[in-house]
């Protein structure tokens, strides 16, 4: 039986690429090969290696199946919207390098990968299925900066949406978002994102005394810091007893100056990680928007019951069995959440916790979820 050919568009691949949608590209292509698919590997980062050369990050039998082609991105200058332009001589750089369209049977273009692409497609060439991720620009804005962003993403990005064979969603209120660009229905394929099973961990089921919250990223204004310091800076100063712990790279003038507050500054260790969230109860991610974080899912994933924002597709992690679903850009909303975790028992917390872990074990492994992908993926390509 023919084996199937996919391309796979990227902005690079973790770890050379740091990122949530370039871990999701290596997860992609780790679990398309071990799914024995012949890939077509489009990446890039900031400078070349041999370990970037080698694909280190690969086994060797997961190798044999990736063909791989590092692309340079263009570099530009600085103006309002450069990235939107580098983005499409990236595009454009990829058609080139290839000599125009690959020889596969399906191509999926992340993020603006597939720009150029788009423009040259016709009846014989290979269906392109566009995965833009979080769709932030449609989102709540946390200030005005990010207002006038989404402003000069809009047509683009809306202009791609329309013009792919298909468009590629978390589900959630990301396919509602992508509906609004006015793509229909049967162009949209539901797929998760996953987790692997080394990030599994069933251990974490006691509740700790006092109840310790976790806040991971880095310092973005969408990501909610603001509303934590004010939320948890109350609190401490009213007297609940609690630990906050903050993982990331976070500036000093953005830190709570209480003692039960705790900053880890940037882990990159996923031995560390685990056991920052092994000894977590309730992550909290109040971000303004989001696709589906990966740090939600190392978090269950690790018996972490979860405060966060209904945004994106957060809402098929995320309910009220496992954590607190709360809207976004509330300051309310977020210090009702923590305060009625405060105040819960710890049979409350623990059932929520256990919760947490069992939606990620069952509905969430990264084995599963690529194989009902390359299903979706093989239906289209055998119908069209």
Sequence with gaps: MKLMKIALFTDGIWPYVIGGMQKHSYFLCRYFARNKINILLIHTSARISEDIIELSCFSEEEKKYIHAVWVAKPKVKSFPGHYIYQSWLYSREIYHKLGGFPDVDFIIAKGMTGWYFLTKKGRTTPRIGINIHGYEFMQKKANFKMYLESLLLR???????????????????ITGLIRNLGVPQDKIIEAPSAIEPEWMNDTNTSVHNPLQFVFIGRYERRKGIEEINRVAGDLFSKGYDFKFSFVGPIPSDKQLSFPKAQYYGKVVDKNILQKILTDADI???PSYAEGMPNVIFEGMANGCAVIATDVGA?????NDKNGWLIPPANIEGLRQAMEQAIKSSSTEIREKK?????HIAKHFIWEDVSKKLLHSIKTRVDNQ
Excluded: H
Aim: hydrophobic share 50%; with cysteine.
């Design 354 to 358: 256990i919760a947490a872990y069992n």
């Design 155 to 173: 047509f683009p990005l809306t202009w791609v949406n329309r013009n792919a064979d298909y468009v590629f969603s978390y589900g959630g209120k």
């Design 283 to 285: 992550l909290v991610c």
């Design 314 to 318: 957060v809402s098929i992690l995320v």
